[in-house]
């Protein structure tokens, strides 16, 4: 029997910012620095050219192949369908500032898709480097849980698709860093105290040299923002996933254990000052009726931190993840319905906080 699933027409786009996702929730083990975990898997059709060598009909026939593996399987039941070269600019970075998707997923879209699930911690990127990106996110850090679910999509792909394997090497991909279990591992982490206690290069210099990478809020070439920091491991060849989870795992409890510490003494060495700075950004955020996205993530990752810390009462967690995504450009426009100027996406951002805040209205 076929899974039915949504084939997303432009009218129903909208529908998906009432959306909460899955990983936004602000739940589960350490969510106070832990914002998610990510596993994603890289898979390749066996005897079939990578994306940046197949021809059109080739990616074409790629895709309805994948598309056509994906129908009967119950993971996938109910989730979204589209085909980037369908979309939008617009839509095209709904879809990036919503994680679903990456930057390079969005050019030279012939023979690229995207299947997500309703609450958005499983996305499948089709055609992008690989002829499969498996992406699942949860709230918290859940590394072993995330991999379970992952695992098992593979397993039920991998007996309907015939993956490019080799005995030696392992699973095999565009990009020969990805070869073995063409797993990455990756947990976002809050580490503002670290920020402004000066440690933080300290420790990220100290995970590069245990092999692992550190990225901004967006992946792969993008700078840290909102004190927002993505670890992941940098090699999958010659470890089993479960390797890579405990090392992983071992590596971020370290991080949380420092920043633990750094908030600890910034609570008791300069207690004032950090309240000053919490309650500065909270009174902004709930007042400005003009505010920049830089400064906004800035004073969101600040108000985030006082809720943590318990300086600020009655506010739930998932509001201000949600608000890291709902004041990017393109929810701003999508919300108001159409393209705006920097300008009025600074004052569409400012009413949007204080409406979410219980602000000045």
């Known amino acids: ?20 996702g899955e990983w936004l929730k602000g739940t589960g083990s350490h969510s106070n620095i832990v914002m998610s975990s990510r ?6 059709l066996m005897l079939k050219p990578f994306p940046n060598k197949a021809r059109k009909k080739e990616l074409t026939d790629i895709l309805t192949e994948i598309h056509g593996a994906m129908d009967s399987i119950e993971l996938f039941k109910g989730s979204t369908f589209l085909k980037i070269g369908e979309l939008d600019n617009i839509e095209k970075q709904f879809l990036i500032e919503r994680h679903l998707m990456s930057h390079d997923h969005a050019v030279n879209t012939e023979g690229k898709a995207l299947v997500f699930s309703k609450e958005e911690g499983l996305a499948v990127m089709i055609n992008e480097e690989d002829h499969l990106r498996i992406q699942v996110m949860q709230s918290g850090l859940n590394l072993n849980d995330t991999w379970e679910v992952a695992n098992s999509i593979d397993d039920e792909l991998s007996s309907k698709l015939d993956f490019a394997y080799s005995s030696k090497w392992g699973y095999l991909t565009a990009c020969p860093t990805n070869t073995g279990t063409a797993m990455r591992g990756s947990v976002m982490l809050h580490l503002p105290a670290l920020v402004m206690t ?23 070439g993008t700078q ?19 390797e890579i989870i405990q090392n992983i795992n071992g590596l971020i409890r370290q991080v949380i254990d420092q920043e633990e510490q750094a908030r600890q003494a910034l609570l ?23 505010i920049s996205s830089q400064e906004t993530v800035e004073m969101l990752s600040m108000v985030r931190l006082g809720i943590d810390l318990e300086i600020i009462k009655d506010l739930d967690r998932g509001i201000i993840n949600e608000l890291f995504i709902m004041i990017q ?28 805040l219980g602000g000045e209205k």
Do not use: C, W
């Not at 039915?4 to 009432?18: G, Q, S």
């Not at 596993?39 to 390749?44: F, P, Q, T, Y």
């Open 1 to 20: 029997m076929k899974s039915k699933r949504k084939t997303v027409k432009k009218m129903e786009f909208n529908d998906f910012m009432n959306n909460k």
């Open 39 to 44: 596993i994603r898997l890289a898979r390749n």
């Open 198 to 220: 000066k440690q933080v290069n300290k420790v990220l210099a100290a995970v590069s040299k245990l092999n692992f990478a550190s990225r901004g809020f967006y992946g792969e």
């Open 224 to 242: 840290a923002s909102g004190n927002f920091y993505q670890i992941s491991n940098q090699v999958s060849l010659g470890h089993s996933e479960q």
């Open 268 to 290: 008791v060495q300069n207690r004032p000052m950090l309240e000053d700075k919490i309650f500065r950004s909270f009174g902004v955020l709930k007042n400005a009726h003009i």
């Open 329 to 356: 450009p393109a929810h701003l426009q999508k919300i108001e319905g159409k393209k705006l100027l920097v300008a009025d996406r600074d004052i569409k951002r400012a009413k949007l906080i204080r409406e979410k």
